[in-house]
């Protein structure tokens, strides 16, 4: 993966503001494995930097057997800028200088699939020593764990016998919670913060 996006022609490279959006809150669309088998999967949203690419690509290169198995890369390479000014610089003078590219993640998305003629058992250490190393909560998971945690959600849900949930404070303005919860908090009821 490169380490800087590529742009066509002479264009400026632009610049950024954070956008936490593009790591706050579920991920709806790269939350299932395609190859129905193993994978890695972030429990919360962060953003990964050019190391963290590298360590996966080296990780897996080491340890996966390139005969029975292969990897899918589930997330883009480096795309969103992050500035930095100097050291010692005072305030003003406009916006820092591009310092790195980082990508975006959401929580439940899928980051690296790994499938072929193996078992969960073969890939599982491997899988959540890198999941250990990413620079936010993540888990080696399979297809079977992928169901199991969305069983496990609806039932909860289902079995709630206490209407008091967070959802329900939230949208009825206990406290006056309105004029002290997040923004975020009125999409997501105190999930994915």
Same mark, same amino acid.
Request: proline share 5%; glycine share 10%.
């Given at each position: 993966?490169?380490?800087?996006?590529? &742009? =066509?022609?002479?264009? *400026?490279?632009?610049?950024? @503001?954070?956008? %936490?959006?593009?790591?706050?809150?579920?991920?709806? /669309?790269?939350?299932?494995?395609?190859?129905?088998?193993?994978?890695?999967?972030?429990?919360?949203?962060?953003?990964?930097?050019?190391?963290?690419?590298?360590?996966?690509?080296?990780?897996?290169?080491?340890?996966?057997?390139?005969?029975?198995?292969?990897?899918?890369?589930?997330?883009?390479?480096?795309?969103?800028?992050?500035?930095?000014?100097?050291?010692?610089?005072?305030?003003?003078?406009?916006?820092?200088?591009?310092?790195? &590219? =980082?990508?975006?993640? *959401?929580?439940?998305?899928? @980051?690296?699939? %790994?499938?072929?003629?193996?078992?969960?058992?073969? /890939?599982?250490?491997?899988?959540?020593?890198?999941?250990?190393?990413?620079?936010?909560?993540?888990?080696?998971?399979?297809?079977?764990?992928?169901?199991?945690?969305?069983?496990?959600?609806?039932?909860?849900?289902?079995?709630?016998?206490?209407?008091?949930?967070?959802?329900?404070?939230?949208?009825?303005?206990?406290?006056?919670?309105?004029?002290?919860?997040?923004?975020?908090?009125?999409?997501?009821?105190?999930?994915?913060?």
């Amino acid at each position: 993966m490169d380490k800087v996006p590529q &742009y =066509v022609g002479n264009i *400026k490279t632009p610049k950024m @503001i954070k956008n %936490l959006k593009f790591m706050r809150g579920p991920e709806l /669309v790269h939350s299932n494995l395609i190859h129905k088998q193993y994978g890695i999967i972030a429990l919360g949203g962060g953003r990964l930097r050019h190391g963290h690419f590298e360590m996966i690509r080296l990780t897996i290169g080491r340890k996966m057997d390139t005969s029975r198995m292969f990897t899918v890369w589930r997330v883009d390479p480096p795309w969103q800028p992050v500035t930095r000014k100097g050291q010692g610089h005072r305030m003003g003078g406009g916006k820092g200088a591009i310092d790195h &590219y =980082v990508t975006p993640v *959401k929580a439940n998305r899928v @980051i690296i699939e %790994l499938a072929g003629k193996c078992k969960f058992d073969e /890939v599982k250490g491997f899988l959540q020593d890198i999941a250990n190393k990413l620079p936010f909560e993540a888990m080696a998971v399979s297809q079977e764990i992928l169901e199991a945690r969305k069983i496990k959600e609806e039932e909860m849900e289902e079995k709630n016998i206490n209407p008091y949930t967070f959802e329900y404070l939230i949208k009825n303005n206990f406290g006056n919670c309105h004029s002290w919860i997040k923004r975020i908090d009125h999409f997501h009821f105190g999930k994915y913060v």
